[in-house]
Nanobody, 115 residues
């Protein structure tokens, strides 16, 4: 069982930055593929970025060049650095861990981009 706890959300004006963190429990973090998803009101949850256990990264087109996903295996933590935020980035952001086709989810953290 893996427990995930997100932090770092909040209210930020357009053009601002936030860094989300997701701390995982247990001792298998280095074996996990990690990802960030988001869900805006009335929309489906969508993949924002992911990082495999060997460090390969993926970003959805709308965040390329603005968001950076990273992981610190020693701290069992994955990060999402979000720069140049836009109102359309407003959503609840969820941390996801995947191992052997089993998914684990955090509780979500709200990100609101508004002036």
């Amino acid at each position: 069982q893996v427990q995930l706890v997100e932090s770092g959300g909040g209210l930020v004006p357009p053009g601002g930055s936030l860094r989300l963190s997701c701390a995982a429990s247990g001792s298998i973090f280095s074996h996990l593929n990690m990802a960030w998803y988001r869900q805006a009101p009335g929309k489906q949850r969508e993949l924002v970025a992911d990082i495999t256990r060997d460090g390969t990264k993926y970003y959805r087109d709308s965040v390329k060049g603005r968001f950076t996903i990273s992981r610190d295996n020693a701290k069992s933590t994955v990060y999402l650095q979000m720069n140049s935020l836009k109102p359309e980035d407003t959503a609840v952001y969820y941390c996801n861990a995947n191992i052997m086709s089993t998914d684990y989810w955090g509780q979500g953290t709200q990100v609101t981009v508004s002036s």
